[in-house]
Each structure stands twice: as structure tokens, then as C-alpha cells.
Nanobody, 114 residues
Framework: VQLQASGGGLVQAGGSLRFSCAAS????????MGWYRQAPGQQRELVAI???????YYGDSVKGRSTIFRGNAKNMVYLQMNSLKPEDTAVYYC?????????WGQGTQVTVSS
């Protein structure tokens, strides 16, 4: 499974960003896709995931400000983040899981200025 992520960038506090992630390769068995982030000196943490059945889960720090959803194509997942805060500054990674493995896309930098 290969993941191509896009989105991110520099935004002012209170602004919004939309991320996209496209999965390719052996995508049939993917049961979960989502986003994680890692700030300097911190562990990677969950932002949001969506399961193959449509269930969604959000990290506590982004609940109420973020929405993860699928596109018309099952291999596309989007993350909309609103009301961004400086503490949202991190590298954001797309992730996909099947029954055997976890796959990571390249990270995309998000910087939120105050």
C-alpha cells in the first residue's frame, strides 16, 4: 500500500486546512485510514481515523474542530481541520492499516502562527 498525502502549510490561528490522502496498491484489505501528527520532541499522536465501516475517531485535542471523511473513491480520505491553534503545529502523517500491517505516507508540515 502506498499513500500520497497533500495539504498542510502555513496558516494563521483560527484558520482552516484540508488534507487529502490517496491510497494505492493493495488497498482491498484496508480497514482503517487516518491521520497522525508529531510535533518536535513529542510522540506521534492520533488526529483522526475512519474505519472501513465508516466509524470515525478523533484525538481529544482536535475533537469538535476536525472532520475526517471519505471521497467518492474508497481510496481517498480527507481531513478538514478548523479553528487551528498554534499547538496544532506538527508534521501530519497519513496512515492506513490492514489486518497485517500499518502503512505511512510522507509527512506534511503544518505551521500555525499566532
Amino acid at each position: 500500500v502506498q499513500l500520497q498525502a497533500s495539504g498542510g502549510g502555513l496558516v494563521q490561528a483560527g484558520g482552516s486546512l484540508r488534507f487529502s490522502c490517496a491510497a494505492s496498491g493493495s488497498i482491498f484489505g484496508i480497514n482503517e485510514m487516518g491521520w497522525y501528527r508529531q510535533a518536535p520532541g513529542q510522540q506521534r499522536e492520533l488526529v483522526a481515523i475512519i474505519t472501513s465501516s465508516g466509524g470515525t475517531y478523533y484525538g481529544d485535542s482536535v475533537k469538535g474542530r476536525s472532520t475526517i471523511f471519505r471521497g467518492n473513491a474508497k481510496n481517498m480520505v480527507y481531513l478538514q481541520m478548523n479553528s487551528l491553534k498554534p499547538e496544532d503545529t506538527a508534521v501530519y502523517y497519513c496512515n492506513a492499516k490492514n489486518a497485517e500491517s500499518s502503512f505511512w505516507g510522507q509527512g506534511t508540515q503544518v505551521t500555525v502562527s499566532s
